[in-house]
């Protein structure tokens, strides 16, 4: 066991890492690759990834070790500062990157179907690449400052296919919102990791959490500051898995194509967040005021989502906001303590609503074939909720105005102001009047 | 080190790199031809960058903390060693070098006419005059000397002048004001703030720190942008820091004015966010991540300033990069607004993906040059600044929102229909090719670059005299420390035993 699973460790995560390599590379000297050889790169990849992780999973069942550390060494190591690159297999990560490699290889294989002679279907396999990778490096970091790498990547790479038929303003303007609500989420992911660097002076799990296997962990931050990096885990957690308040930019990222919803915001993406309070769940137990705020939120997000998932009128929406219910119950049951519940639930819910959401182009030739053997029309479901509810619920519980207007509209309103009185301040100084914009004398080439 | 003791590089290569130019400038003053002079000026900007990268790897070659020239021609005309380079100039001279290059080689057939390659030679020669520059009233004056060429061209394009002159004449007045204070304070083991604060207040200015930024928007919105870049991000006023203010001002002092910086870096991210101008848009930008580095640079603990030093090299590279990528747009499209969106992807796909490739390295993205370099400056701050230090985070947070917004509003959401072909020739591919190869080069493999800025916080703390010292950060008590922590602590200790030896 110890002389091979570096090799397996590392291959798991090398893999991905080559796939972006490789297809990145080829695109930026403008050699993209050819469909067929780019659907077997993903194919090669996916299976090694996943062949390589099983033969981990049934070593570690042989030998019955549950925690298998891969110490790749410091990739930055100067005096007071080191960026150890290090990934753990145990009974947390292991399902999730067999996950992860299922479900990005069922996804990969329809999507050489679904998005065949698409214009972009290079840039979306890219993006794609890019997704395998961070999901993989995020299951398995044994850092925190792994785990952000990894977080990152997956929050560029859900921007960029929210916003993928860029031809056209509204999936760009979802891109960007999905992006802008990432970025609060991975300031929080990264302040958390600051603060525990500053606490431990590392950011290895092992030494934050101790060396037991996940879940007996114990939190090895002093009890003060640890309501403190908890809550900004949870802010993490809540802006990636799109609880409440985020929850809005999920529908809208249904912008992408199909394939990309499916992994992303049905099975993988929207549960990063609880995976990460999956990882740092000793710290729940460490305080029990982080706990209660966990479980009251992952409730608001589940009931909110039930609610509101009951009035749309299209099938992505509507499955985004199955999902967000999902997701609100799971993060509950991390905050009741039930752990591994959560996780197979994690699992149970992410193939489920990948088969639904690959299925759903096609869920009117479904319900055909259905009322077509039934010899009727299906009965149609009346949404069941009073007006308020429903009012409340088409509105999406009013949570994109509500961010809007109390968050963004003041913080622009005071650039904008900001930059009003920068411009007449130099107007002041050139001695002219200000002027919104200035016109140009440069030349262009379609000048 | 006493002067005629300090190592010599094998050849002189520092005079060449600065010579180079130079000559250049004279040669293609002469050309009519705008084509003919760019040619002639990217060959003597090549030889420049060969000259500051052999000098460079020279420099790592001898291992000592500064190196001049052999055969010093300036040294022996001034009887003192004006041109060297040390720990700190050493990485960024080629990499200033390499901007002056790519700037030149990625200048359109549009552009060719308006843009002055005989001021551009002169501005990249004092540029690395400046940052070779050991004599504190050499710097001063070279400092002074590179305000000249953008004054110049605006005044050539017949733009205003008066918020530019307002700024810099201050700069330059500060300046000497302040470093002639410290000369006739020059016997007082600490300087008082009448000579310090006027210094400070001149690199501030001159670094763009709010409130007085609005020069740098200006000139971004009325030169050329190539000018404007060259001028700007080779960061020449936290090099006047790291060299006139760092060796003599308090702690205290610098961490004070640190949250000045710090305060820049947040608001310029947001007003970055609500520019409909793409020069303004970039100027804010820049001004951000440039306050970062200030940061770091005045937080003056091991940790903040190899943080600010890192920042720094990914700001030249990526910033560079992002502003030569908008200059391009520009040559193609003409004056941009992000008013609307264009769509300009299908026609220009190279730079979309060089455009998110800069823009994600300036703001630290995983994978690239400036990731690492982030993470450390962030760490630092906030072991300066514990309630405050995370206003670095925020600003993170807003450049990189605001640089998804121009991506998104320049190449997406539309579709551009343009009647000729607007593809990237070979000479821009070659330039964004080899600054993606840089960014990400430098993403992957950050130890070398990582060292040698640890390596130039280490000289420039052991170079400030003991009783400006701030006050040390709060360690952990021994019996808390990780192992890594005390092999950490062993290796300081063992440095320290060993510096006399080895210097």
């Known amino acids: 066991m110890d002389s091979i699973a570096p090799y397996l460790g590392t291959l798991v995560v090398a893999v991905p890492a ?36 099983l033969v981990m999973l049934a070593l570690m069942l042989i030998t019955g070790t549950r925690h298998v550390p891969i110490e790749l060494g410091d990739w930055v190591s100067i005096p007071h500062y080191h960026f150890h690159i290090k990934f753990i297999f145990d009974r947390l990560s292991v399902p999730f990157v067999i996950l992860t490699f299922l479900l990005c290889g069922t996804v990969g294989a329809f999507a050489a179907n679904y998005m065949h002679r698409e214009p972009g279907f ?28 990894g977080w990152e990547f997956v929050g560029l ?39 525990m660097h500053h606490l431990r002076g590392h950011g290895d799990f092992d030494q934050l959490l101790g060396n037991a296997s996940w879940p007996e962990g114990v939190s090895h931050i002093e009890s003060g500051a640890t309501f403190v990096v908890g809550a900004l885990l949870l802010l993490a957690a809540a802006g990636k898995s799109a609880l409440v308040p985020f929850s809005s930019w999920l529908p809208r990222a249904m912008e992408g194509p199909t394939p990309s919803s499916a992994i992303f915001y049905g099975a993988l993406s929207v549960h990063l967040g609880a995976f990460l309070l999956l990882r740092f769940s000793p710290l ?100 069941g909720v009073r007006e308020w509810a429903y009012r409340f619920a088409l509105e999406r519980g009013y949570l994109d105005i509500l961010l809007d207007e109390y968050i963004a509209r003041p913080v622009i309103w005071f650039f904008k102001k900001s930059d009003d009185l920068e411009r007449r301040y130099v107007a002041w100084l050139r001695g002219s009047v200000a002027a919104t914009t200035d016109k140009r004398d440069d030349a262009s080439l379609e000048d | ?73 300036v040294g022996e005309m001034f009887g003192r060693n004006v041109f060297a380079i040390d720990s700190v100039t050493a990485p960024l001279l080629p990499l200033i070098s390499l901007l002056y290059v790519l700037t030149t080689l990625a200048t359109l057939r549009t552009k060719i006419r308006r843009f002055s390659f005989a001021w551009t030679m002169v501005s990249m020669s004092l540029s690395l005059a400046t940052f070779c520059c050991q004599h504190e009233w050499g710097v001063i004056g070279l400092l002074t000397l590179a305000t000249l060429p953008p004054y110049f061209e605006l005044q050539s394009r017949g733009k205003s002048t008066r918020v530019y002159v307002i700024h810099m004449a201050a700069f330059v007045g500060l300046m000497i004001f302040g470093w002639a204070c410290v000369c006739i304070e020059s016997k007082a083991p600490v300087h008082s703030l009448f000579a310090i604060l006027p210094l400070f207040l001149a690199v501030l200015i001159r670094s763009g720190v709010a409130p007085t930024h609005v020069w740098l928007t200006d ?59 793409v020069r303004r848009f970039f100027s804010y930008l820049f001004l951000s991540q440039s306050s970062l580095v200030l940061v770091g640079l005045e937080s003056v603990s091991h940790i903040g300033l190899t943080g600010g030093l890192c920042v720094w090299a990914s700001v030249v590279l990526a910033l560079g990069g992002l502003g030569l990528t908008l200059r391009a747009v520009e040559s193609r499209f003409g004056h941009v607004t992000l008013t609307q969106y264009r769509g300009l992807y299908e026609h220009v796909p190279l730079l979309a993906v060089c455009f998110l490739l800069t823009g994600l390295g300036s703001v630290g993205f995983p994978g690239t040059i400036g990731f690492v370099g982030t993470e450390i400056l962030i760490d630092g701050v906030v072991e300066v600044y514990p309630h405050v230090g995370a206003a670095v985070v925020i600003a993170a947070a807003l450049n990189g929102i605001a640089i998804v917004r121009a991506y998104f509003l320049l190449f997406t959401g539309s579709k551009h229909a343009s009647s000729i ?82 210097h």
């Open chain 1, 18 to 53: 080559l796939l972006v390599l490789v297809v990145g590379a080829a695109s930026l000297f403008g050699r993209p690759l050819p469909e067929r050889k780019l659907t077997r790169c993903i194919q090669f990849a996916i299976v090694t990834g996943l062949l390589a992780a």
């Open chain 1, 122 to 149: 290079t840039r979306f396999h890219i993006s794609y690449a890019i997704f395998v990778l961070g999901m993989v490096t995020t299951s398995l970091a044994g850092t925190i400052e792994t785990l952000f790498a």
């Open chain 1, 157 to 195: 790479s859900s921007a960029l296919l929210v916003a993928f038929f860029h031809e056209r303003p509204a999936p760009v303007r979802n891109g960007l919102r999905v992006w802008a609500v990432y970025r609060v989420s991975d300031a929080a992911l990264l302040l958390a990791a600051v603060v």
């Open chain 1, 284 to 383: 729940l137990d460490a305080s029990p005021a982080l706990r209660v705020a966990v479980i009251v939120i992952g409730l608001i997000t589940a009931v909110f989502a039930a609610i509101t998932a009951r009035v749309q009128s299209d099938i992505k929406s509507a499955l985004s906001y199955a999902s967000l219910t999902q997701v609100g119950l799971i993060v509950m049951e991390i905050g009741l303590g039930l752990r591994y519940l959560a996780l197979i639930h994690i699992l149970g819910h992410g193939c489920v609503r990948t088969l639904q959401f690959l299925r759903a182009p096609a869920l009117l030739q479904d319900y055909r074939t259905l009322e077509n053997a039934i010899g009727k029309k299906l009965p149609s479901r009346s949404a």
């Open chain 2, 1 to 73: 080190m006493p002067e005629l003791l300090i190592p010599e590089l094998h050849l002189p290569l520092i005079e060449l790199a600065i010579l180079f130019p130079l000559l250049g400038a004279i040669l293609v003053s002469r050309m009519r031809q705008p084509e003919t002079a760019r040619r002639w000026s990217l060959a003597f900007a090549a030889l420049s960058l060969l000259s500051t990268t052999i000098a460079w790897q020279d420099f790592i070659g001898l291992g000592v903390p500064l190196a001049h020239d052999h055969w010093d021609v």
């Open chain 2, 219 to 277: 000139l971004y919105e009325n030169a050329t942008f190539g000018t404007a870049l060259l001028f700007t991000t080779p960061l020449s006023g936290a090099y006047a820091i790291v060299h006139l203010v760092l060796p003599i001002a308090p702690g205290w002092v610098l961490q004070s004015i640190g949250l000045v910086s710090l305060l820049t870096s947040v608001y310029a991210g947001g007003m970055a966010i609500v520019q409909t101008d």
């Open chain 2, 421 to 502: 072909p607007l593809n990237v020739g070979l000479a821009e591919k070659i330039a964004v090719l080899t600054l993606a190869l840089l960014i990400l080069g430098g993403g992957f493999l950050p130890q070398p670059g990582i060292s040698m800025s640890s390596k130039a916080a280490a000289e420039i703390i052991q170079a400030r005299p003991a009783v400006l010292a701030p006050e040390e950060p709060h360690h952990e008590p021994e019996e808390e420390q990780s192992p890594h922590e005390r092999e950490d602590h062993e290796q300081e200790a063992h440095e320290v035993e060993t510096a006399p030896a080895q």
